[in-house]
């Protein structure tokens, strides 16, 4: 059984710092794209970043560019975000996901992890 298990959400002032880390297990990922996706209350699921997990050139969205850094683990199956700069609008709920790099659907998915940064 495919599990992402997302850790290390919690609560910062605005300009600090958070890492999150994602532990995916039951099968293997070597053909797939790992993805953090947050979700701010009543605004719509927010792509942040996506690495495959084969290598090659992360992806970011622009508001998140420049402070946010996605890395992985191959040995440990750990794909993490470190988040730098934080800034009130980072609040949200933080997914791990993953999709096969032949597909465009994030098939599996974590519980989530709660940032919430304050001025």
């Known amino acids: 059984q495919v599990q992402l298990v997302e850790s290390g959400g919690g609560s910062v002032q605005a300009g600090g710092s958070l890492r999150l880390s994602c532990a995916a297990s039951?099968?293997?990922?070597?053909?797939?794209?790992m993805g953090w996706f947050r979700q701010a209350p009543g605004k719509e699921r927010e792509r942040v970043a996506s690495?495959?997990?084969?290598?090659?050139?992360?992806y970011y969205a622009d508001s998140v560019k420049d402070r946010f850094t996605i890395s992985k683990d191959n040995a440990r199956n750990m794909v993490h975000l470190q988040m730098n700069s934080l800034k009130v609008e980072d609040t949200a709920v933080y997914y791990c996901?993953?999709?096969?790099?032949?597909?465009?659907?994030?098939?599996?998915w974590g519980q989530g992890t709660q940032v919430t940064v304050s001025s």
């Open positions: 039951g099968r293997t990922f070597s053909n797939y794209i």
């Open positions: 996901a993953a999709r096969q790099i032949t597909t465009t659907i994030y098939e599996y």
């Open positions: 690495i495959f997990w084969g290598g090659g050139i992360p």
